[in-house]
């Protein structure tokens, strides 16, 4: 027994050496795709910028110290609506005054266009009524004495009495007459018209004062920007708040160079934002660059898009994601983009011919993000070698793998 416990190591190294030799005789996997027809969209993927398509700056027209804000973020506004209020003390009190001065005015006015002030005229007009009554009496009393004069019973200097006393009430009466006459000089009623239309420009200007202590929208739609607040001092112009139209916003997309020949006006554009995973907003290619800018690193064309946004959930400066579908491609022949390599100046893939890897090169057209249109060089159903972490090389037997 002992004599065969010594073959047993060497069974177990021929054992080792034979699975070996039959493993290492076994071609080596490698994962293969093959060609299929299909409709290839060919998108743009890149980056942006949305802000409002429309939109208006809402400015302070004087200066002084921010009161209390009306309005806040995300708000939707009507034209003229308040937007934020200016301390105002002073300009309320010369509105006051230049109130005053026009009631003031007026009265004046309604007192000339009446001849005067009530208590003046009527006290005149008592005075003559007065003196009217005296002169009736008087004039009743001459026309007796007249009587008795011709019958002798009154003597002519009663008579000639009488008749001064009634010329001194006629010079009382038209004394009192022409007192009244001048209670309104000629020059009064446009004395006091003057001061009504002094009056109420004043009270125009001091309403108009107190009105930009107002600050208003100038258009309506949504308050997007606002960076005041209570207790913040604005100079004449200072920036209020942003007011625009959120329903539809245009988005600046920024293509790079080399690939701005593939967009044009029209094309379909889906804009996605990562604060919102899965939404999605849509939009359209409405203007192409007219030059290429800087933008870091990068050397782009600023395309303008406009997007639907009618919840109002994309807001204006937000940093987006965009696909431009630049071309669609019914029945096209396609393949992985990850299958295409680089054979010196020639593009190609490996394909299976038999259990053997071949070369072969081919012309490609559009490509979405995963596929590639193959204009020449291979057939339908083919099989082409995707990466794997050998390197592969022309003529390399292989065991297939399809994913």
């Not at 007192?111 to 006290?123: C, D, K, P, S, Y």
């Not at 005149?124 to 004495?145: F, M, N, T, Y």
Request: proline content about 6%.
């Amino acid at each position: 027994m002992k004599r065969w416990i010594w073959l047993l190591p060497l069974a177990v190294v021929l054992s080792a050496g034979w699975w070996l030799a039959k493993r290492g005789s076994t071609p080596p996997e490698a994962p293969f795709a093959k060609v299929k027809r299909e409709t290839l969209i060919s998108v743009l993927s890149t980056n942006g910028k949305t802000e409002p398509l429309e939109w208006e700056p809402v400015h302070s027209e004087r200066a002084g110290q921010v009161s209390r804000v009306l309005v806040s973020r995300g708000q939707s506004v009507a034209r003229g609506a308040p937007v934020a209020l200016l301390s105002g003390g002073d300009a309320k009190a010369d509105l006051a005054s230049a109130q005053s001065r026009l009631v003031q005015a007026r009265a004046d006015l309604e007192v000339l266009t009446r001849g005067g002030r009530a208590a003046e005229i009527a006290q005149i007009d008592g005075a003559i009524h007065k003196l009217q009554v005296e002169r009736d009496v008087a004039k009743r009393d001459l026309a007796s004495v007249e009587r008795l004069v011709v019958a002798g019973a009154a003597t002519r200097s009663e008579l000639d009495s009488i008749k001064d006393r009634i010329k001194q009430l006629d010079a009382q009466i038209s004394a009192e007459q022409a007192r009244r006459s001048a209670l309104v000089a000629p020059g009064d009623l446009t004395a006091v018209r003057a001061r009504i239309a002094d009056a109420e420009a004043a009270v125009a200007q001091a309403e108009r004062n107190l009105t930009l202590f107002t600050i208003r929208a100038p258009c309506a739609g949504v308050v997007y920007d606002l960076p005041v607040k209570p207790g913040s001092w604005l100079n004449a112009g200072d920036l209020v708040a942003k007011v625009g139209d959120l329903s539809k916003l245009k988005v600046i997309v920024y293509v790079d160079e080399p690939d701005l020949g593939r967009i044009r006006a029209g094309l379909p554009a889906v804009i996605t934002w990562d604060a919102r995973p899965g939404r999605e907003w849509l939009g359209e290619v409405r203007e192409v660059p007219t030059q290429v800018v800087a933008l870091g690193t990068r050397q782009v064309g600023e395309v303008a898009t406009i997007a639907a946004n009618p919840e109002h959930d994309l807001p204006p400066g937000a940093n987006i994601n965009a696909r431009i579908r630049t071309q669609v491609v019914e029945n096209a022949l396609t393949i992985p983009k990850s299958a295409l390599r680089r054979g010196g100046a020639d593009l190609g893939v490996f394909v299976l011919e038999g259990n053997h890897i071949a070369w072969r090169k081919v012309t490609v057209g559009i490509s979405s993000e995963s596929r590639a249109e193959v204009k020449s060089g291979l057939k339908e159903d083919e099989p082409v070698a995707l990466p794997v972490d050998r390197p592969l090389r022309a003529g390399l037997e292989v065991s297939p793998v399809y994913p």
